[in-house]
């Protein structure tokens, strides 16, 4: 059996797992985790000059939200990882997925007549534009602004895919 915070990484990975498939995505998972990255998503064919368009993103999961003027406030990165995923320095775009979950494990997802329900909502952000921390700390937090107006869809994963943009 897993433990709480195994259960709840696994199903905000599983989360995003099923927004691919429903977008039409490959679902790319590095041999180690030893960039940052937990999920690769990419897109088959040509869009634009771009063939097989590709982003990667970290994946965090919350069960206690916290809101403040049209954007989450996640205060779950340390220093290293938020440099994992600032700057303009990377081949493939990077992004933060904030995958927010009930506290109780019982109700992340229910079946319904209609199909399955998946709770509660994802977000993401790119820190494309962020600074990098100088000589940055695993022990030390970096607030990040998550706009709750980036609500992570089929659709949306899809069009950062396809469209490689830093959003």
């Known amino acids: 059996m897993l433990d709480a915070k195994q259960h709840q990484g696994k199903f905000g990975e599983d989360y995003v797992r099923v927004l691919a498939s429903a977008a039409g995505l490959l679902v790319l998972k590095e041999d180690l985790d030893v960039d940052g990255i937990d999920l690769g998503f990419r897109a088959t064919g040509h869009y634009g000059r771009v063939f097989s368009p590709t982003i990667e993103a970290q994946i965090k999961t919350w069960s206690v939200p916290r809101q403040s003027s049209g954007n989450l406030i996640y205060r779950g990165l340390s220093e290293w990882q938020f440099n994992k995923l600032a700057g303009p320095d990377f081949s493939i775009p990077r992004f933060l997925f904030v995958i927010c979950v009930p506290p109780d494990s019982g109700s992340y997802a229910s079946s319904l007549t209609e199909g399955v329900l998946l709770r509660h909502l994802g977000y993401f952000v790119s820190l494309h534009a962020e600074q990098p921390i100088a000589?940055?700390?695993?022990?030390?937090?970096?607030?990040?602004?998550?706009?709750?107006?980036?609500?992570?869809?089929a659709a949306t994963l899809r069009r950062l895919t396809e469209t490689r943009s830093a959003w």
Not at 136 to 144: A, G, I, L, Q, S
Request: net charge positive.
């Open 135 to 153: 000589n940055p700390d695993k022990n030390k937090k970096r607030p990040v602004r998550v706009p709750t107006a980036n609500v992570l869809t």
